[in-house]
């Protein structure tokens, strides 16, 4: 799974996702976290086997199905997770 987006990254088997949230009106400011799992890439027939799955399309355009398996940390910095993802 290849994916370099502004607000998701996938390196290593971990998935990193931004989060925003709205913390003040005027002016419009944003508190960005992030949140880094490690993901598990399924094919069709291991569906089943997982409550939950997710399905993207990653940035090569190949269709993507993954489950989560484990949240390493959560409202961590963009430099925390660059650590993480081993950058």
Same mark, same amino acid.
């Given at each position: 799974m290849q994916i370099d987006r502004p607000n998701m990254l996938c390196r290593n088997g971990l998935l990193a996702e931004q989060q925003r949230e %709205?913390?003040? *009106? *005027?002016?419009? %400011?944003?508190k960005v976290t992030w949140t880094v799992r490690r993901v598990l890439v399924l094919d069709e027939a291991q569906v089943g086997l997982y409550e939950r799955h997710n399905v993207i399309t990653d940035d090569a355009g190949n269709r993507v199905i993954y489950t989560c398996i484990s949240e390493i940390g959560s409202g961590l910095t963009k430099?925390?997770?660059n650590g993480l993802l081993g950058q």
């Amino acid at each position: 799974m290849q994916i370099d987006r502004p607000n998701m990254l996938c390196r290593n088997g971990l998935l990193a996702e931004q989060q925003r949230e %709205r913390v003040n *009106t *005027t002016p419009v %400011r944003y508190k960005v976290t992030w949140t880094v799992r490690r993901v598990l890439v399924l094919d069709e027939a291991q569906v089943g086997l997982y409550e939950r799955h997710n399905v993207i399309t990653d940035d090569a355009g190949n269709r993507v199905i993954y489950t989560c398996i484990s949240e390493i940390g959560s409202g961590l910095t963009k430099h925390q997770v660059n650590g993480l993802l081993g950058q």
